[in-house]
């Protein structure tokens, strides 16, 4: 049996953008599409879609950053799915909780979009054209049973990992995981998106996140869904300053 067939041990997130279907529905306008939204739609995609993408040699070279060479994602509609293998345990985790705090910055900065999601860490098989294995079915759990909130959240193994290593992620990026990550008031962890990283020095940039985030959180409790004004009454409640 070839051996590059089996299950491998992987880091695995599910991400849910909530707010994706009406998103949709708004690039066609009296029957005609609106080119204008469905750019940006595809760009903002594309950019997620990129924080997980190994790049070819020779883009490497031109520097930013580049996705562990293991990494893969698989994005349909509304739900994205990313994974990473587990050669370098510190890599992999540096790498996953930097990109999810990205890429929950670009859906709010690009779209005005939250989501939510789940990490766990198991087994699973992802490559070009196939997608499954148990921490793929245990991350999308954790997305639509746990996180209930625009965030992601993490399975009790990956944070215990992630403390295993935390001292090598310092050396890697300068950052502790509790800059990225916080204990919430239910016990889960979850990437805080709430928060400026202390690598990220551009006071100019941070400010017109928090206005939109701001934004995001004023345009969604003017919705009359209980269910829907509960998530963004979670998110008033971790505005810097609340």
Not at 152 to 181: C, M, T, Y
């Amino acid at each position: 049996m070839n051996n590059q067939m089996t299950y491998e041990m992987r880091v695995v997130v599910f991400i849910d953008i909530l707010g994706f279907k009406e998103e949709i529905k708004s690039t066609v306008k009296d029957g005609v599409p609106d080119e204008t939204r469905i750019r940006n739609i595809e760009h903002t995609l594309f950019k997620i879609g990129s924080r997980f993408t190994p790049r070819a040699e020779w883009e490497r070279a031109l520097g930013g950053h580049d996705a562990p060479s293991s990494s893969a994602a698989t994005q349909f509609s509304d739900s994205i799915v990313a994974s990473i293998g587990m050669d370098d345990p510190a890599e992999a985790f540096e790498y996953i909780i930097q990109s999810l705090y990205f890429i929950s910055r670009i859906l709010i900065n690009d779209a005005g979009l939250t989501c939510s999601g789940g990490v766990s860490l198991g087994y699973a098989r992802h490559n070009s054209f196939a997608l499954f294995g148990p921490a793929v079915i245990e991350a999308y759990q954790l997305e639509s049973e746990v996180a209930k909130y625009p965030r992601i959240v993490l399975h009790p193994d990956v944070f215990s990992k992630l403390e295993a290593v935390k001292e090598r992620i310092l050396d890697l990026s300068g950052l502790k995981i509790e800059d990225i990550i916080s204990l919430d008031h239910d016990g889960v962890h979850y990437i805080n998106y709430f928060k400026n990283l202390p690598i990220l020095k551009d006071e100019t940039d941070w400010n017109n996140y928090q206005a939109k985030l701001q934004k995001v959180v004023s345009d969604g409790l003017q919705k009359t869904d209980p269910g829907v004004i509960a998530k963004y009454m979670w998110m008033r409640s971790k505005m810097p300053g609340n």
